[in-house]
């Protein structure tokens, strides 16, 4: 067996962006070596989380609507109380990021088969940014023969 670590970076959106890791991600598989196995990819940030969904513009528009309704960015939180919390005074106020995070989730898990990911025909990984613009680490582990 074999185990490959990586860190992908990328720059994202502002507020809420979906952006497709896919290709780096079997640019990854392809270089590792390993035929058969699991990618395991996992966000190092608590406001992003991952997803596996189809890459359409106007699905995208109606996610980023959808998350914005459902838990919108100008509601009271507690945690954006920002001067009753031990926190830089730099802190952005961006409870809804984390809120929208726990709701999708941080990590995914795809099989590798035959040196490929093994994706349905529309599905993309996608690293969803939910308080962007920033700069965004992904943690991917291969494993696999």
Same mark, same amino acid.
């Given at each position: 067996?074999?185990?490959a ?15 497709d890791?896919?290709?780096q ?5 392809a270089?590792?070596?390993i ?5 395991i ?7 992003t989380a991952?997803?596996?969904? !189809? $890459? ?6 109606d996610?980023?609507?959808?998350? =914005?309704?459902? +838990? @919108? ?6 945690h ?12 952005? !106020? $961006? ?11 941080? =990590?995914?898990? +795809? @099989?590798v088969?035959?040196g490929?990911?093994?994706?349905g025909?529309?599905q ?6 939910l308080?962007g ?5 992904v ?5 696999g023969?």
């Amino acid at each position: 067996m074999r185990i490959a670590h990586h860190h992908l970076e990328l720059d994202t959106g502002s507020g809420i962006s979906l952006n497709d890791i896919t290709p780096q991600l079997r640019g990854l598989v392809a270089r590792s070596g390993i035929a058969n196995g699991t990618l395991i990819v996992t966000s190092r940030h608590t406001t992003t989380a991952l997803t596996i969904n !189809e $890459n359409e513009t106007r699905l995208l528009e109606d996610v980023r609507d959808f998350f =914005s309704r459902l +838990v @919108p960015a100008d509601a009271k939180y507690l945690h954006n109380d920002i001067h009753l919390r031990d926190c830089p005074p730099d802190e952005p !106020e $961006n409870a809804h990021a984390h809120i929208v995070a726990m709701l999708l989730g941080s =990590s995914e898990v +795809v @099989p590798v088969v035959d040196g490929e990911l093994d994706l349905g025909t529309w599905q993309s990984v996608m690293l969803v940014e939910l308080d962007g613009p920033r700069t965004r680490t992904v943690n991917v582990q291969l494993m696999g023969i």
